[in-house]
């Protein structure tokens, strides 16, 4: 008994130190400076090394205190930073085309019809994960990872990606809803959990997994009330080294643009009403590239159904559904424009410019902080690229949190037929 009591006191004793050493472990991404990736240095200074982003010049590690300190000191490093966390939002709040204002909004039915729908284009949806057994995104589904589990199941528990990829890629099968890019192939990046929370580290994988697999564009329907190191390093790599487009959320409530759209190489996207108005909740800045459908959007639901959303969560497939359409569009086409280089490959600096160019201007004439550029327009798929002119107005959420920008307004659970 004497013992047992021993042995208590000294656990009560010691427990204060113990919780001490246990806090001073911290999980941390290390960038490297230009040219000098060596993991080497972060085990010698004591840290566990849990995953290696080498594309980018980054890996994510476990250190201790004395092990941050060494590494910060280092010159071979270019910061050591922590983990954030991101969270989805979502406010509370049905022919395939005959039923979708917002495909009419941007002339998608013209495209399709003219045979743009995006086939071959690789799109990676980082969000919840898919359900990717939904008659309207089964056809188009072909993998992806699932990072909160560490498997390569991304099956949807949410449904916030189910939703986005919906708008995104739905079959063009004559029921249901139809996709902008209804042949487009795309991936599923689980980076949010069930309740619509992550780390920044998983975005960080989202996008190396991007890279490491060939994806053509990268749609990101999560804003962040601020930026992080390492995401601004992803984001760079991705965009200038490996020539990928990036699609995000510009963020829902007031106040200015969120990240990761807030980032030059991302591409900002609001929301508009039916009316071409502003909606309530789409933020405004600078970074507003562009402006798409995102009130009361129909889409995929989990288990086959279908329902209504808002949020410029909505409105930025139909940016990137667009982007894919462009890809299957001849870049040499523009070459009078002065916006492509016109050797018949598009790269994500043109996309951009034609995007820019072609978008149906909304507000003050000319790029201001509400609509960006103006209204996505696919309207010129249909005709000659090269002799369109640009469109002019009438007269007339502790941490740092991400968010989905979603807003559901009902639940519409109906077998798809």
Known sequence: MYYIAFFLITLILLAPSFTTYVSQNAAVIVSFADGKYNPAIVVTAGGRIVEEF?????????????ALTSLEQN????????????????????SEYAESWALKDISAEPAHLSNYTGRGVKIAVLDTGIDYNHPELAPNYKGGYDFINNDNDPMDDNGHGTHVA???????????IVGV??????YAIKVSDERGKGSFSGLVKGIGWSIENGIDIVTMSITGNSGSKALAKAVESAYNEYGLVLVAAVG?????????AAYEQVIGVGSVTEDNELSSFSM?????????????????AIGGGYRLSSGTSMATPFVTGAIALLFGSDEKAWGNTGMVDGDGAWTNDEIRNVLRYTAKDLGD?????????????????????????????????????????????????????
């Open 75 to 94: 010159p071979a490093i270019e910061f050591v930073e922590s983990d954030g966390r991101f969270e989805i939002a979502e406010e509370a709040s049905t």
């Open 252 to 260: 829902n409530g007031n106040g200015n643009v969120l990240y990761p």
């Open 166 to 176: 919906g708008i995104l890629a739905a079959a063009r099968d004559g029921r249901g």
């Open 284 to 300: 405004t800045g600078s970074e507003v590239e562009l402006v798409a459908p995102g009130s009361r959007i129909k889409s995929a």
């Open 181 to 186: 890019a209804p042949d487009a192939e795309i």
């Open 365 to 417: 004439k000319g790029k201001d902080d509400l609509f960006g550029y103006g209204l996505l327009n696919l309207d010129f798929l249909r005709g000659q690229p090269s002799i369109i002119t640009p469109s002019v107005p009438e007269t007339e959420d502790k941490p740092i949190v991400l968010k989905l920008a979603w807003f559901t307004f009902k639940v519409s659970l109906q077998p798809a037929t």
């Open 54 to 66: 080498k594309n980018m010049g980054m890996l994510y590690a476990i250190v201790s205190q004395r």
